[in-house]
């Protein structure tokens, strides 16, 4: 797993906007398309925001959810409402590319299963995605996978159904669908993270962050989060 520290949240977004423009790049080149995964929060809207106007092969990409609130479209905590607005504009991504995940069909579970079988149309059976990119929660959670979920324990799908969490049920991309990606791009930012970071970076498999492949990994954090890493895992 490679650590690198940025000194504010701004910083460690124009990192990370630049890892994730070379992987989709790398991509293209290498296979003529490239998929992707993303998360919501924050620090990943100004890494998103960093995309716009930059040389990136809008045309061969396709942007799937990391993970999804289970509210409607115009609710505020919709991820997918602010990654379409962010990206599905003239000159970037097309909106028929990018994948939203279909949390307002009532039957969640087998929305699920469509969402797998989409991921899979664009990203190969079963799907390895380019780039996962990733946040990390203060009690240790990524994605939709949370501390005691059920959901944790999902095997044989790379989509599934959150308990309520914060209110409401949520859709997710499972362990295996996270580890199977080519890379994982961890965006942390904020003191708030400074524990479960450490303990993500040591490699702590009982938070679910830390069941996460390391291999393929890289964490970009700001100076807040990485306050309590030892030295030797900051650069």
Not at 91 to 97: S, V
Not at 162 to 180: H, I, K, T
């Amino acid at each position: 797993m490679e650590v690198t520290v940025a000194p504010s949240p701004a910083a460690a977004a124009a990192i990370a906007a630049a890892a994730l423009i070379a992987e989709i790049a790398a991509a293209v080149a290498a296979r003529g398309s490239s998929a992707i995964a993303l998360s919501g929060g924050q620090t990943p809207w100004q890494m998103l925001e960093l995309l716009l106007g930059r040389a990136v092969p809008w045309s061969a990409l396709h942007v799937f959810q990391v993970d999804e609130r289970a509210v409607p479209f115009d609710d505020e905590r919709r991820n997918a409402r602010r990654i379409s607005k962010l990206l599905c504009r003239p000159g970037a991504l097309p909106a028929a590319q990018f994948h939203a995940m279909p949390v307002e069909d009532p039957a969640l579970e087998a929305a699920a299963g469509d969402y797998g079988r989409t991921v899979a149309r664009h990203a190969g059976n079963p799907p390895v995605l380019d780039v996962v990119q990733l946040g990390l929660g203060a009690d240790g959670h990524t994605a939709s996978l949370v501390p005691g979920d059920p959901l944790l324990g999902l095997s044989g799908s790379d989509v599934g159904i959150s308990v309520p969490y914060d209110g409401v049920r949520r859709m997710s991309l499972s362990f295996e669908a996270l580890n199977r990606a080519r890379h994982i791009l961890w965006l942390v930012t904020g003191e708030s993270k400074a524990a479960m970071l450490r303990r993500l970076v040591a490699g702590d498999a009982t938070i679910p962050a830390g069941r996460v492949a390391r291999a393929q990994a890289r964490v970009i954090a700001d100076a807040a989060a990485a306050s309590m890493l030892p030295a030797g895992e900051r650069r």
